[in-house]
Nanobody
Framework: QVQLVESGGGLVQAGGSLRLSCAAS????????MTWYRQAPGKQRELVAA???????NYADSVKGRFTISRDNAKNTVYLQMNTLKLEDTAVYYC?????????????WGRGTQVTVSS
């Protein structure tokens, strides 16, 4: 079985910073793209940032210049550094990954971590 576990969420004042982590565990051979999504109350889930196994990163326009996605392949972990947080960044943040297992490529989701930005 493969699990993605997010951590690092919490309550922060507007203008502050948080760093989210998502670690993959279980039996697998390789991780392709790793992506952060978020879902605010009453809204659809949206892509925040993505990082492939190789190549350039991708960001939602709303977070460009404030958020940075990175990964540590040795630790099977993806990070999201969030700076200059705004009230509208409040959401549950989910980790998503495409992971190669013996039987093929599968897509996995974490359970999410709450980020609340206060004024």
């Amino acid at each position: 079985q493969v699990q993605l576990v997010e951590s690092g969420g919490g309550l922060v004042q507007a203008g502050g910073s948080l760093r989210l982590s998502c670690a993959a565990s279980g039996s697998f051979s390789r991780i392709n793209a790793m992506t952060w999504y978020r879902q605010a109350p009453g809204k659809q889930r949206e892509l925040v940032a993505a990082i492939p196994s190789g190549g350039s990163t991708n960001y939602a326009d709303s977070v460009k210049g404030r958020f940075t996605i990175s990964r540590d392949n040795a630790k099977n972990t993806v990070y999201l550094q969030m700076n200059t947080l705004k009230l509208e960044d409040t959401a549950v943040y989910y980790c998503n990954a495409d992971i190669w297992r013996t039987m093929g490529l599968y897509n996995y989701w974490g359970r999410g971590t709450q980020v609340t930005v206060s004024s």
